[in-house]
C-alpha cells in the first residue's frame, strides 16, 4: 500500500552546481521530491523551470511534484509534463477557478494539487478537493526558502482535514514552508500527511541524517488510526 504519510524534499536549498549529488543523499528517505517553479511574477524570484525538471527525470526515479508559483500554471503544464513532472501544483491566488487547469493535468496523464497561500482562506478550495490528489496548504508566504513557519495556518489545516475526512476523500495534505521536526510533528497533529522541507534538509550539514529523522516522524505516524 502506498504510504500516506510522505516527505517531499524540496531541492530550492539544494546545491545546484551539485544537484544529482545532492538528490541521491536524501533519496531513500525521500517519498517525492518538491520542485518550485517561481516565474518573478507571481512571487518575485525566478527559480526552476521545465529544462532542470527534465535533468532531474533522467537522475531519479522519485515523483517529481512541480510546485507552479506561477501566473500562468494553466499555460505551463504542458510544459512540465513533457520534461517529466508527475504532477503539477497550481496556486488558487493565481487560477481562482483551477478547473482548466484540472482538466489539462489529467488530459496529460499527471497529477493536480491545489496550493493556497498563508492568507488564502480554505473555503476558495472546497469545491474543487474532490477533483485532485493534494491540497498544498503554505505555512510560509512563497518566494523563499528558510522562512519562518507560520502557526497561524495550523487552524486551516485542520478544517482541511476535518473537512476531507467528512467526505471521506482520500487526498493528501501537504505543508510547505518551514517545515522541520518541531513544526512538522505540529503540521502532522493538525492533520497534514506530506511534509515539505527545502532548508531543514539541504541547508543542514548532513542533509541525509536530516531527511532521515524527518521521515521517521512519518513513519511514526503510519498505521495510526
Ligand atoms: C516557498 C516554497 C517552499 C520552500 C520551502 O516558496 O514553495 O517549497 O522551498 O523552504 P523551507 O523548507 O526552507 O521553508
Ligand atoms: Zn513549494
Known amino acids: 500500500m502506498p504510504a500516506r504519510y510522505k516527505l517531499a524534499p524540496s531541492i530550492l536549498s539544494a546545491d545546484f552546481a551539485r544537484l544529482g549529488d545532492e538528490v541521491a543523499r536524501v533519496e531513500k528517505f525521500a517519498d517525492l521530491l518538491h520542485v518550485d517553479a517561481m516565474d518573478g511574477h507571481f512571487v518575485p524570484p525566478i527559480t526552476i523551470g521545465p529544462v532542470v525538471v ?28 513533457e520534461a517529466g513532472a508527475s504532477s503539477v501544483i497550481a496556486h488558487l491566488e493565481a487560477v481562482p477557478d483551477p478547473s482548466a487547469v484540472i482538466a489539462r493535468a489529467r488530459e496529460l496523464g499527471i497529477g493536480i494539487g491545489l496550493s493556497i ?22 505555512t510560509v508566504n512563497p518566494g523563499w526558502a528558510g522562512q519562518k513557519f507560520i502557526r ?21 495534505i501537504a505543508v510547505d514552508g518551514g517545515i522541520d521536526l518541531e513544526t512538522g510533528k505540529e503540521a502532522l497533529d493538525a492533520g497534514a ?32 488510526p
Open 152 to 172: 497561524e495556518v495550523l487552524p486551516k489545516i485542520r478544517d482541511a482535514r476535518t473537512e476531507i475526512d467528512r467526505r471521506g476523500l482520500g487526498i493528501g
Open 117 to 138: 497561500n498563508p492568507p488564502t482562506p480554505l473555503d476558495v478550495a472546497l469545491p474543487y478537493l474532490d477533483q485532485i490528489d493534494v491540497l498544498n496548504v503554505m
Open 193 to 224: 500527511t506530506i511534509l515539505g522541507a527545502a532548508s531543514a534538509i539541504f541547508s543542514r550539514p548532513d542533509p541525509a541524517e536530516a531527511a532521515r529523522a524527518l521521515k521517521e516522524l512519518l513513519n511514526d505516524r503510519e498505521g495510526r
Open 54 to 81: 527534465k535533468a532531474l527525470r533522467a537522475i531519479t526515479s522519485l515523483p517529481l511534484e512541480c510546485h507552479l508559483m506561477v501566473t500562468d500554471p494553466l499555460g505551463q503544464t504542458e510544459q512540465f509534463a
